[in-house]
């Protein structure tokens, strides 16, 4: 199958595949003698892998290990279980940061007026204007303006 079918069988754009050729995630594909890629089952399998690893945030680095990992047959599953573990930490530290933005954009929200006046602590928040030195209320705590 050629590019276009590989990415419709895999759901991996035809740009991301070459992509993951240049890089070297995947070996570059054989050609046809119409010089096309030519795909098969097997790439498609290997694709539809990334795919999935990167849709659980995988970056490239742990997907690469993940796939060699994968292609390994004798494995432990135990380096398998490392690449997991090590990325559930990131995520949760990703999270952890997400809820403080949230946390911290909700305060500077409830801060602006909203109003027609051009006085606005978020934006003076973002100059580094001071505002974010007003504490986040802690959570369920109202705190006015």
């Not at 759901?11 to 594909?29: C, D, N, Q, T």
């Amino acid at each position: 199958m050629n590019i276009g079918e590989a990415s419709s069988a895999s759901g991996v754009s035809a740009k991301m595949i070459r992509y993951y050729e240049e890089i070297g995630l995947i070996r570059p594909m054989g050609r046809s003698g119409n010089n096309y890629r030519v795909y098969g089952e097997e790439e498609v399998h290997i694709l539809r892998f990334i795919k999935r690893a990167r849709n659980l945030g995988f970056s490239l680095e742990e997907t690469e290990t993940l796939l060699k990992l994968w292609q390994d047959k004798d494995r432990e599953s135990s380096a398998v279980k490392d690449v997991a573990t090590a990325h559930i930490g990131d995520l949760e530290r990703r999270i952890a940061e997400m809820q403080g933005m949230v946390k911290t954009l909700k305060h500077l929200a409830h801060c602006c007026g909203g109003d027609n006046r051009p006085n606005c602590p978020i934006l003076d928040d973002l100059a580094g204007n001071g505002v974010g030195d007003v504490p986040v209320p802690a959570a369920g705590r109202k705190m006015h303006a």
